[in-house]
């Protein structure tokens, strides 16, 4: 997130995203104790890609 803010580009943890991935993890829970499909309700707008040259190991600051 912070490389992202200083090089001017989107960053993707953003609380759209977390939400999403929290309803996406309790439906799949769910659907596990009732053995049944269960609707995902939260979408979230595209998560711009990280660059293919990101280093997660350099520094950031």
Do not use: K, W
Not at 2 to 17: C, D, F, L, N, W
Not at 21 to 37: I, Q
Request: aromatic share 4%; glycine share 6%; hydrophobic share 45%.
């Amino acid at each position: 997130m912070i490389r992202a803010i200083a090089e001017g580009r989107p960053h993707v943890a953003s609380g759209e995203v977390g939400y999403h991935v929290l309803d996406v993890m309790l439906s799949a829970e769910e659907s596990a104790a009732s053995g049944e499909f269960v609707t995902v309700n939260s979408s979230v707008s595209e998560v711009p890609v990280v660059p293919a040259d990101f280093d997660p190991l350099a520094r950031t600051v």
